[in-house]
């Protein structure tokens, strides 16, 4: 089984994942990153594009992104949009 982590990407007001997954990539305002389980502690601004998370179970989640925040305590993963 594949290494996994809770991420959860919500906007005001509502929830839009919250489950466990394999990796989140994201359009951060520096260029396109990839974030693992056990990731170093990191926070970056995010301007337009399509946050992508690998699930647990190995399906794709799409979340367009006119701008946010992604933030990765190495434990989890939370992105503001």
């Known amino acids: 089984m594949a290494k996994t ?15 466990e997954a394999r990796s989140v990539t994201a359009p951060g305002a520096s260029g396109e ?6 990731h170093e502690p990191f926070v970056s601004t995010l301007k337009a594009g399509t946050v992508r998370i690998v699930d ?3 399906e794709v989640h799409e979340f367009p992104v006119k ?3 992604f933030e990765t305590s ?8």
């Not at 982590?5 to 489950?19: D, I, K, Q, R, Y």
């Not at 190495?74 to 949009?81: C, E, Q």
């Open 56 to 58: 647990g179970g190995g």
């Open 67 to 69: 701008q946010g925040i």
């Open 33 to 38: 990153f990839t974030a693992l389980p056990h």
């Open 74 to 81: 190495g434990a989890t993963a939370t992105v503001l949009l």
């Open 5 to 19: 982590f809770p991420v959860t990407v919500a906007s005001v007001g509502e929830t839009l994942f919250s489950e």
